[in-house]
């Protein structure tokens, strides 16, 4: 069935460093891919997306970049702050309302 | 994401209640969903809906319940045949592609 490999699980890096999660997903009709941000005991909040005729998307300190061919996408944060730890979920959707998430990253930036 | 609701907060349920979680969105979006987060687990789908007085099973739906009467709510109910209930609930409405989550509600069965 459908699903998005997420990796790591957990993720450690230094203040100032770059963090990157990489995806998987198993449909090759996606089109759409969102990736959201938790802090803990928050709802989820979108921080950036992506949709399959894009190959890169940045956003200040995050980009996105998705290999079509491979089934991949991965977040890319650079400079991190300790205000960037957070749990991380990535997700893919075909455009028939259904999102299958994958099972989150905790960036955990250290001062 | 601020136009979505979600109550109670907080939940308590004794073993064999049925108890009802509510969401509202005031953001006139079409489809709604439901899902279940366990801790240090990603988002599970229990239920959605496109539109409304139609809605379909996502991936966990037993032991749950749902109705769709009107655009802007979408309450689920948690059944006693739903097993291990304790979990925390977030609520989704989406405007294109792009889902918008409500601040949840954390389910605890005592």
């Known amino acids: 069935g459908e699903n998005v490999e997420q990796h790591p699980s957990t993720l450690s890096v230094q203040e100032g460093d770059s963090a990157v999660i990489k995806c998987t997903y198993s449909?090759?009709?996606?089109?759409?891919f969102p990736w959201y941000k938790q802090e803990l005991g928050k709802r989820p909040q979108l921080i950036i997306d992506?949709?399959?005729?894009?190959g890169e998307k940045k956003d200040q300190r995050i980009a996105v970049t998705l290999n079509k061919t491979a089934k991949h996408f991965s977040l890319h944060i650079t400079e991190t702050q300790p205000e960037d730890s957070a749990v991380y979920f990535c997700?893919?959707?075909?455009?028939?309302?259904?999102?299958?998430f994958g099972t989150g990253t905790r960036l955990k930036v250290l001062a | 994401d601020g136009g979505i609701t979600q109550s109670p907060k907080y939940l308590f349920r004794k073993e064999g209640q049925n108890v009802t979680l509510s969401c509202e969105q005031n953001?006139?979006?079409?489809?709604m969903y439901w899902y279940r987060q366990d801790p240090g687990q990603g988002l599970r789908l229990i239920y959605y809906s496109q539109i409304v007085n139609d809605f379909q099973k996502g991936d966990i739906a037993e032991g749950y319940s749902v109705s769709r009467e009107k655009k802007e709510s979408f309450p689920l109910t948690v059944t006693s045949a739903q097993k291990n209930p304790t979990a925390f609930y977030l609520c989704?409405?989406?405007?294109?592609?792009?889902?918008?989550f409500g601040p949840g509600t954390r389910l605890t069965v005592l």
């Open positions: 449909d090759s009709a996606s089109n759409y």
């Open positions: 992506i949709r399959s005729n894009v």
């Open positions: 953001l006139n979006h079409d489809a």
């Open positions: 997700a893919a959707s075909k455009g028939t309302y259904k999102y299958i």
């Open positions: 989704a409405s989406t405007q294109g592609d792009t889902q918008y």
